[in-house]
């Protein structure tokens, strides 16, 4: 759901004959701010007593409780997902690929890139905009910013709130990935699939940014959270 809806609104905003074409980086914010609330209340749906849909969220919380037992099976379920979200996205926009010419357009609905390509600059972005994350998401849920949590079904709402904060804030420079799983699945959907005549390279050059960045990110933001635990 998570990928399916963010995916979902850069298709809507960057394919030639959808009718979001055009209409901003608002837009986009906005749609993965809600992609995430979504993912959050589906994954609670289905059983998932953490709900984690970000492999980064889950490896500073590994990190910081120091319990890794879930790191492996949540992580490969979060790729499996985002995969599927993927491929559905594409099944919802098949007959817009081929009315748009731009392949540069046709990979940024699958997968982020950089808006001027620094790879340096790129992975300290996307580690900043992380590691904001996972301090966002500790603090909204935290014991010692509420005794008692949040109230029940408030959470996903904030934390739907602080990525559409990065996503206006930080996200300017790289697409604001935050989260291997939505960008690595993706962008294996982008190779595998057929985009029209003017398809484009998947740019993996770049592709181990989105990656190792909210990795790093994630993994300094559960090292503070140790420290002051």
Known sequence: MLVLFGTGVVANVCLSESKGNSSGWGVIATGWALAVLIGVFTALLFGSPDANINPAVTLAFAIATGDVSKLVPYVLAQFAGAFVGALL???????????????????????????????????????IATMTLVLGVAAIFSKTVSATGPAAGLGPFLVAGVVWGIGLSLGGPTGFAVNPARDLASRIAHTILPLGAKKGPSDWGYAWIPVVGPCLGAAVAALLLRAIG
């Open 89 to 127: 996205m594409y099944l919802t926009y098949l007959v817009q690929w081929s009315k748009t010419a731009d392949p540069g357009l046709k990979l940024a609905c699958f997968a982020t890139g950089p808006a001027v390509r620094y790879p340096l600059a790129n992975l300290l972005t996307e580690a």
